[in-house]
């Protein structure tokens, strides 16, 4: 078993080794728009997660994730190879690409966010001209004891 620490070190460089290959190395144009996000090595070193995430061609047009994990798919060799040169480790851990889903789980948080803060104006709008349902006072006054000493 390996430390943790030495995990995440890997980790990091597999990232920064495949970000760098898909960069300039690999020449699939399916690729292009592909932005490595993070990645994760098992404690044992022999497996790694990588994840990606895809921009379309322009801000409204949705991105071709078939195509993009088709080619990543066909590019795992060629770039499980490069991460062997270039780690160094005695066994070159397995890539497997994961679509990273944090780019629209924030997006969704934001349209929830802003959901909230329209029922919040509303809320205060009403709030603002609400009259009381019962009494302006509701609390009865404290009765004034009579004391006998007198």
Request: proline share 6%; aromatic share 2%.
């Given at each position: ?26 020449k699939?144009?399916r690729l ?15 497996d790694a ?22 080619a990543?798919?066909?590019?795992t060799?060629?770039?499980r190879?490069?991460?062997?040169q ?6 070159t851990?397995?890539?497997?690409f ?5 780019p ?7 349209e ?13 709008q ?9 009494d302006?006072?509701?609390y009865k ?6 004391s006998d000493?007198e």
């Open positions: 078993m390996a430390d943790q620490a030495r995990a995440r070190r890997l980790a990091k460089r597999i990232a920064q080794i495949v970000a760098s290959a898909l960069e300039h190395e690999v699939d144009p292009a728009r592909v932005t490595i996000t993070d990645a994760r090595v098992t404690p044992d070193l022999h997660t990588v994840y990606y995430t895809v921009l379309g061609d322009n801000l409204e047009s949705a991105p071709d994730l078939a195509a993009v994990t088709a990543l798919t066909s590019a060799g060629v770039l190879t490069m991460v062997g270039q780690t160094g480790v005695r066994f851990p397995t890539l497997a994961v679509a990273d889903t944090v629209t789980d924030s997006k969704r948080i934001d929830l966010l802003a959901k909230a803060r329209e029922i919040d104006a509303e809320v205060a009403l709030a603002s001209t609400a009259q009381p349902a019962g302006a006072d509701p006054p404290p009765r004034e004891v009579e000493s």
